[in-house]
Every structure is written in structure tokens, then in C-alpha cells.
């Protein structure tokens, strides 16, 4: 199976509520970073979090990272219907605490937030 | 607006046709990279430059024969393409490859879409 994988693949949701996505990897990471994709458009960065790290906030969105799980978790309080797009999780694979220099997307969660 | 532009947003193209992506970052990034998204699978990564040198090819068809003639500017050309070849095709770029994490944040263009028959 591959590096990267997003739980849920699907999640509907009503604005107001909270949205978790929830990301597994399976290699040795340097850093993970979630990224949005809107409708076949593409892909803006949303925060990345290193792998000394263990939680990370961005305005709505707060992100965890449990590297001895090799998992990590997006969470997006307060939704809104603007908030509908597909969320991906990317590895940054290292070795010896160097990066590769390049990222390993998952699949995705799609979030649907209903007004 | 991400500063990162691809053209042309849409493609159509026969099998025998060559064609070229080309993709542009005003952003004073070093590394760029082409990835194809395809419905259902994850995007996966083609190639990978830093500072103008290919450092990863993941095994692509040699139908796919990228060009980075600097660090602002790649371009992908395309030859005797498969259906199985349409698909976006994604280019990003970041300040470094392989740098420490705040410099590979990649941004990304607005992709284009080929569709192959």
C-alpha cells in the first residue's frame, strides 16, 4: 500500500461542525504538510507541521503529528461551505534526518460542507 | 493567485500529436516538479528539478520529456501520448528540494487538463 493515506475518503458535514481527517504513512518522515484542492484546480498549501513537532495551528485549522502511530490528523473547526474542497496529506521522506526533496500525496479526503 | 502559471489550461491531442506544457513561478523558487493527478489515484509525482538539474525521474514513459531551461521555467513535452495518459498534469515549485522544511512548501499552478484520444 502507499505513503499517505487519508481517512476518510469522504465526509459530509453541516457548517458549524467540526471536520477531522485523519492521514497514516508508512516511512521515516522529515516533515508533513496538508494541502486543499478545490474542483480540479490546484493544490494550495495549508500548513506544515516538522516531524519534532506534535501539534500545529493555523487560524481554523490545527494539525497533530504522532510519528511512533506514523499519523497525523487535520482538524477544521467552525466549517463553512467554502471549506468543500479535497484535503491531502504529503509526506516529506527522509533518512538521517535529511529530506529527499520531494512529497508523497495520499488519496485525499473529500469534505462537503453543507450550508 | 499562487505565482505559479501553466499553459494551456485544457489540451486535446491525438496519439501522433507532439504538444508542450509549459509552466512559469514568479516566485524565485530553485525547484520545480510536474505531477499528474488522474481520477482516483493519488497524484503522483513525474520529475523534479533543482536549480535548473533533474534530480528525480519516478520511472516515467519516455513519451514525457521535460525541459528546465531555468530555474523560472518547465516545460513538458509530450509524443505518440496513450489515452491512459490524460490526466491534470500539476507543476509546482518551492524554494528548495531536499532544503529544510519551511523552504518545501511547494506551490502549485492551476494545472492542465490533457485529454488524449
Known amino acids: 500500500s502507499q505513503q499517505g493515506e487519508e481517512d476518510p475518503q469522504a465526509l459530509s458535514i453541516q457548517e458549524g461542525e467540526n471536520a477531522t481527517m485523519n492521514c497514516s504513512y508508512k516511512t521515516s518522515i522529515n516533515n508533513l504538510q496538508w494541502y486543499r484542492q478545490n474542483s480540479g484546480r490546484g493544490l494550495v498549501h495549508l500548513i506544515l507541521?516538522?516531524?519534532?513537532?506534535r501539534e500545529k495551528h493555523s487560524g481554523r485549522l490545527r494539525v497533530t503529528l504522532d510519528t511512533s502511530k506514523k499519523s497525523s490528523s487535520l482538524l477544521i473547526t467552525a466549517s463553512r461551505a467554502a471549506d468543500t474542497a479535497s484535503y491531502f496529506c504529503a509526506t516529506a521522506e527522509s533518512s538521517g534526518g535529511t529530506s529527499y526533496g520531494k512529497l508523497t500525496f495520499g488519496q485525499g479526503t473529500i469534505l462537503t460542507v453543507h450550508p | 493567485e499562487t505565482g505559479v502559471t501553466q499553459t494551456p489550461r485544457h489540451l486535446v491531442m491525438g496519439m501522433t500529436n507532439k504538444k508542450s506544457l509549459k509552466c512559469e513561478q514568479h516566485l524565485g523558487h530553485n525547484a520545480m516538479y510536474w505531477y499528474k493527478q488522474s481520477a482516483k489515484k493519488p497524484l503522483e509525482l513525474m520529475f523534479v528539478?533543482?536549480?535548473?538539474?533533474?534530480?528525480e525521474n519516478n520511472s516515467v514513459p519516455s513519451r514525457f520529456s521535460p525541459e528546465c531551461p531555468n530555474s523560472s521555467h518547465l516545460f513538458l513535452h509530450l509524443h505518440t501520448l496513450q489515452p491512459e495518459d490524460s490526466a491534470l498534469y500539476l507543476c509546482a515549485s518551492s524554494l528548495l528540494a531536499g532544503g529544510p522544511p519551511s523552504q518545501e512548501t511547494q506551490y502549485f499552478g492551476p494545472g492542465t487538463r490533457l485529454l488524449v484520444l
Open positions: 507541521i516538522r516531524s519534532n513537532e
Open positions: 528539478y533543482n536549480f535548473k538539474e533533474q534530480t
